[in-house]
């Protein structure tokens, strides 16, 4: 069971990423710069990260290496991704959001344990 969370976690992240890239992309016709797409992205990946970090540690007792490993195959899906479908995140971009993700997970598992918050 783990393991399909998990799985789902990083599923909704890459479905994220898509419908992202297809709204700015496809549907909205005002032309963004790359710097303003991209902070737009790393804003709104703060939420949507949040939520799917509370949904996976809903079950699963929270620690700061489970943390690590939501965020390592959070990070692998995307990867996986950009083989598949080619110029979804690049270049210097896609580390920093590689590095948002990592630290996110790693803060969840850190945040949602129960020794560090408050009941």
Do not use: C, H
Request: glycine fraction near 6%; avoid cysteine.
């Amino acid at each position: 069971m783990k393991i399909v969370r998990l799985l789902l976690s990083s599923l909704f992240l890459v479905l994220f990423i898509i419908l992202y890239n297809w709204f700015f992309i496809g549907f909205i016709s005002y032309e963004f710069s790359e710097i303003a797409y991209n902070i737009i992205l790393w804003v709104l990946l703060i939420p949507f990260l949040f939520v799917n970090g509370k949904w996976y540690f809903k079950q699963d007792e929270p620690n700061t290496k489970k943390g690590i490993l939501l965020g390592v195959v959070w990070i692998a899906s995307l990867i996986l991704l950009e083989l598949i479908l080619g110029n979804v995140v690049s270049g210097l971009i896609s580390y920093i959001i590689f590095f948002e993700i990592l630290l996110l997970a790693i803060l969840f598992g850190f945040e949602f344990d129960s020794t560090y918050s408050a009941p």
